[in-house]
């Protein structure tokens, strides 16, 4: 297995916040990127994290208990063992989606694991890698989907899960219909072991099916067995009770914590990003699970201090006896869930994607003000996981991966140019470099005599280098047609690479690389995110 990495300019919208976080070791030690985030992602610069909390002990009973419920291995229950006695975190997360969800998923937790080895072994102090459940929120139909490939497409199963009102997907269970897209996926798994860990994982249980959290939290456990990972769910009365103290500075600092944000939001402006979160008049952090319905309502700050969710009205004090009777039923947002789970958890580092990081910017003065201190973020592993088959194809045509983050027709266009005998290149090229010369001095030299004769030069000189370019194109499909194998080989690339005009790793299930490649490939993603390319790593199976 080799590796190569490439800088993260090579995937397609990634945000500009997100490059300069990744190189800031370049930027001075004054810059605004440094204020927000603290610790530099790479180098280990951001070990000797001395946080703690005083209820270990509690905490650990808790995750023994979810243990048993997610069938964790001995190394996951050693690893509780040792949160009990102390031990700091590195925790990462994701949604609960069907079957495991994207590579991503799987990418996120290698990286946790792998940071946790190098703290433990800088450090001496134990560190324990600790995946969090996004049970809370309430995009069912974001979660209800996996994505495999076929030889020709990206297949996308679902359940077709409906609720009634906007609930915590989490507790979603499934209906009749699982069989059915279980069998499917064993399918398109070629009958692979980890196909029989999916039905075990979505296995009724004492006559009870599991919900969504259940069954991704088991399957999450038995992916991650030998490594130790940690799987929390914490949704429950427990661990928001351990976190109650953020969502009571939450409720009782509102006002000032919404100016915080604000201020954040336009000096993010001001440096030349955007607020990735958008702070609105009257918002909060915060979610009020309906008693009655189980919906999930974000709760609204009035002009006169009150707090609305749906039709209901709430003072500060209502929520706050809320808080004490029920912390489960009040959530965090995205911007606050970071510093919640890290008062539950005794957390060293924070791994995650992109849109996360960047959304960090603004949970930075959140941080600041209720904890104290900032978590070092650090990114996750991004990564393209080439077959031997695709790998060897894009050898033959001299194509690298970001070559193939395009269309198969944009990419079969070049492959068709490449083609080309050398002696038409030479002619078009040529051509098209006679022409562009001669039509820019003679525009030149028109809009010296009148500037509308110049201006008509242009229009009639852009029309000229059109039809020069298709000309161009026309000579590659030609190339093409004689050559039908290359628009299959561009097919396949871009269906492997890019499918669906995406990063493979936000698409193709991470189980469907595990049928293929064993359960040994978690340990090479763990050996590949431990090696910290500050971009996107191509990794040759």
Known sequence: ????????????????????????AESSSDSAVRRWYGAEPFAGKW?????????????????????????????????????????K???????????????????????????AREATEATGVDHVPVFWLATEDHDLEEVDQVAFLTKTSVETLRLGLK???AVPVGGAVPGPELEAVLDRASELLDYAPVSEWLRESYAPKDG?????????????SKIFAAEG?????????????????????????????????????????????????????????????DEVTGERVALRRTTEGQWKAGGRVYSAADLIAILDASPERLSPNALLRPVFQDTVLPTAAYV?????????????????????????????????????????????????????????????????????????KRKLAAVGNAMETELSALTDYLAG?????????????????????????????????????????????TLNVFPDGHPQERVVAGIWFMAKYGDGLVERLVGVAGNQCPGHVVVRL
């Open 208 to 220: 009870i099916q599991p919900t969504l959290a259940l069954a991704f939290g088991r399957l999450m």
């Open 89 to 115: 975190v590195v925790v990462t997360g994701q949604q609960v989606v069907l079957f495991g969800g994207p590579l991503l998923t799987i990418l996120k937790a290698a990286t946790a694991v792998a940071r």
């Open 1 to 24: 297995m080799s590796v190569e990495c490439f800088p993260i300019s090579v995937l397609p919208h990634v945000s500009q916040i997100y490059r300069d976080y990744l190189a800031m």
């Open 449 to 493: 005599m009148d500037a509308s004769l110049g201006r008509a030069a242009g229009v009639s000189g852009s029309k000229m280098l059109y039809q020069m370019n298709r000309l161009r194109r026309m000579a590659a499909t030609f190339e093409l047609q004689k050559e039908a194998s290359l628009r299959k080989h561009a097919e396949a690339i």
């Open 47 to 87: 070990l000797g994290n001395t946080v703690q909390v005083k209820h270990a002990g509690y905490l650990a009973d808790l995750l023994e208990e979810q243990a048993f419920e997610f069938g964790a291995s001995d190394a996951a229950k050693a690893n509780i063992a040792k949160v009990r006695a102390g031990a």
């Open 229 to 289: 990972l940690v799987v929390v769910d914490a949704a429950s009365r427990g661990f928001h009770a351990l976190g109650a103290s953020t969502l009571r500075y939450a409720i009782e600092h509102a006002a000032e914590l919404q100016q915080s944000l604000v201020a954040r939001s336009q000096e993010l402006v001001k440096a030349g990003y955007h607020a990735q979160v958008l702070v609105a008049d009257g918002g909060s952090m915060l979610f009020l699970l």
């Open 163 to 165: 609720m009634a009102h």
């Open 352 to 424: 995650g994607g992109p849109a996360e990081i960047a959304y960090f910017a603004q949970s930075a003065v959140l941080y600041e003000a209720i904890l104290g201190r900032i978590t070092p973020v650090l990114p996750r592993l991004s990564a393209t996981l080439l077959e031997p088959a695709i790998a060897a194809v894009m050898d033959k045509d001299e194509v690298q991966v970001p070559d193939a983050m395009t269309t198969a027709e944009v990419l079969a266009q070049r492959l068709g140019a490449r083609a080309m005998p050398i002696e038409g």
